[in-house]
T-cell receptor
Framework: DTEVTQTPKHLVMGMTNKKSLKCEQH?????MYWYKQKAKKPPELMFV???????INESVPSRFSPECPNSSLLNLHLHALQPEDSALYLC???????????????FGPGTRLTVL | TQLLEQSPQFLSIQEGENLTVYCNSS?????LQWYRQEPGEGPVLLVT?????EVKKLKRLTFQFGDARKDSSLHITAAQPGDTGLYLC???????????FGEGTQLTVNP
């Protein structure tokens, strides 16, 4: 099973709402990632978790709050977002981080977020 | 910080045509991966190249890693509508560094 699942698939929220994105993998991977992707652009790294600890925060605004409750789950809590935060949010996992030269990141299908 | 260029950014061709996508940098890469992303999906790994001069084939796709490990190309022969998608190169400067994507090539293959 090389699947990374993400819920919900689509999310529309107002600027005052609080919502959460969820990601799950059962490949035994110990590294999990959040990326943000705007239309026709490459994914941009937001956060990296390694062994359930935050390893990288790419200067992401505090209105995005990641959480890794266990090795299989990764959440992204959203609060007071802006319309420019509308994007596809991708979760990924890999065996470990830092990863080797040939390690593969497996991506989920993403959550399409629209902030009104 | 590496300067990474992927070209072309957009490509629209007819079914049956050939095409090449390029990924170039001023830095030497430890390895380079190519991903394809279809609409509504996350990127999927196509190939990893590690050795300078390496050539890998995946059906109608041919991947080449430059001798100096600063560039790579993806060639598609007889493109089909199913090849439509966003193609992303993702080099690593050193083993253990994070994945960094090129700007991507949006390919559309028209029937």
């Amino acid at each position: 099973d090389t699947e990374v699942t993400q819920t919900p698939k689509h999310l529309v929220m107002g600027m005052t709402n609080k919502k959460s994105l969820k990601c799950e993998q059962h490949m035994g991977h110990r590294a999990m990632y959040w990326y943000k992707q705007k239309a026709k652009k490459p994914p941009e790294l937001m956060f990296v978790y390694s062994y359930e600890k935050l390893s990288i925060n790419e200067s992401v605004p505090s209105r995005f709050s990641p959480e890794c409750p266990n090795s299989s789950l990764l959440n992204l809590h959203l609060h007071a977002l802006q319309p420019e935060d509308s994007a596809l949010y991708l979760c990924a996992s890999s065996l470990r981080f830092p990863s080797g030269s040939t390690d593969t990141q497996y991506f989920g299908p993403g959550t399409r977020l629209t902030v009104l | 910080t590496q300067l990474l260029e992927q070209s072309p950014q957009f490509l629209s061709i007819q079914e049956g045509e050939n095409l090449t996508v390029y990924c170039n940098s001023s830095s030497v890469f430890s390895s380079l991966q190519w991903y394809r992303q279809e609409p509504g999906e996350g990127p999927v790994l196509l190939v990893t190249v590690v050795t300078g001069g390496e050539v890998k084939k995946l059906k109608r796709l041919t991947f080449q890693f430059g001798d100096a490990r600063k560039d790579s190309s993806l060639h598609i022969t007889a493109a089909q509508p199913g090849d439509t998608g966003l193609y992303l190169c993702a080099p690593k400067e050193t083993s253990g560094s994070r994945l960094t994507f090129g700007e991507g090539t949006q390919l559309t293959v028209n029937p």
